[in-house]
Structure formats: structure tokens, C-alpha cells
């Protein structure tokens, strides 16, 4: 029986709270680095994705009109897109990096890339996509 004068206490121990910060820190070692991996590699993916789908609006644009859009935004106005995409590398509408027709044809937007610094995981470049 407990002495009156001792109150009944209740809570955690500095060791068990130590066993339990080092458990969740071991598990966060293990999981970080392969949830930013997976975080850059679905990045490219999009970019990649986005990459096709402009690429696919251009063509359709020149096939409908006979000549490339002068902007991104020309795309938006006849309703190719719904809105600009975003480069998922940079966060941004206006890092892309826009391609001149080459000679004989109309337009200012032929092609585009990412306007990203830096290079994929399988070591090329952004700017080369």
C-alpha cells in the first residue's frame, strides 16, 4: 500500500521516451531518402508527360491553322489547353524554353523544353528533353 504522503504518478520515463525517439528516427532514416526519391522521380514524370502533351497541342495547332501558335498563351486563347502547364521542376508557367520553326514556316513556337537547371537521374539534361 502506498504511503499517503505519495502521490500516484503517472507518465513516461526519460528512457521510455528516448526508446521511442530513437525507434521513430531509425524509421525516418529508412523512409526519407526513398520518399524524395520517389518525390524527384515523379517531377520528371510529369515533366515528361507535359512535355508530350504540348508537344502533341503544337502539332495540332500547325495542322489546324497552317502555322505554329506566336506564344503559349496563343494555345490557351483557342482553346489547346485549358491553361498553361506548369514545369514541376521550377513551380512556373514562364520557365519554358520556347524553339523558333526552322526556316520556311510560320510562327515563333515550334518546340519547347524545361527551362530547369540541373539533370535527370539518368543524367541528362533538362534543358535537352
Given at each position: 500500500?502506498?504511503?499517503p504522503?505519495?502521490?500516484l ?6 528512457i ?11 524509421l525516418?532514416?529508412?523512409v526519407?531518402p ?7 522521380m515523379?517531377?520528371e514524370a510529369v515533366?515528361?508527360?507535359n512535355l508530350?502533351t504540348?508537344r502533341?497541342?503544337?502539332d495540332?495547332f500547325q ?6 501558335p506566336e506564344?503559349?498563351q496563343e494555345?490557351?486563347?483557342?482553346r ?7 514545369d514541376p521542376l521550377?513551380g512556373?508557367?514562364e ?6 520553326p526552322p526556316?520556311?514556316l510560320e510562327?515563333s513556337?515550334?518546340?519547347?523544353r524545361?527551362?530547369a537547371?540541373g539533370?535527370a537521374?539518368?543524367?541528362?539534361l533538362?534543358?535537352?528533353?
Amino acid at each position: 500500500m502506498l504511503h499517503p504522503d505519495r502521490r500516484l504518478c503517472t507518465g513516461f520515463t526519460l528512457i521510455e521516451l528516448l526508446v521511442v525517439l530513437a525507434i521513430v528516427s531509425t524509421l525516418l532514416l529508412l523512409v526519407a531518402p526513398r520518399y524524395f526519391q520517389r518525390v524527384d522521380m515523379a517531377q520528371e514524370a510529369v515533366l515528361r508527360d507535359n512535355l508530350r502533351t504540348l508537344r502533341q497541342v503544337l502539332d495540332n495547332f500547325q495542322g489546324d491553322h497552317g502555322r505554329f501558335p506566336e506564344s503559349l498563351q496563343e494555345l490557351v486563347d483557342t482553346r489547346y489547353l485549358r491553361a498553361l502547364p506548369v514545369d514541376p521542376l521550377t513551380g512556373s508557367t514562364e520557365t519554358w524554353t520556347l524553339l523558333p520553326p526552322p526556316d520556311g514556316l510560320e510562327g515563333s513556337v515550334y518546340d519547347l523544353r524545361s527551362g530547369a537547371a540541373g539533370s535527370a537521374k539518368d543524367g541528362s539534361l533538362y534543358a535537352d528533353w
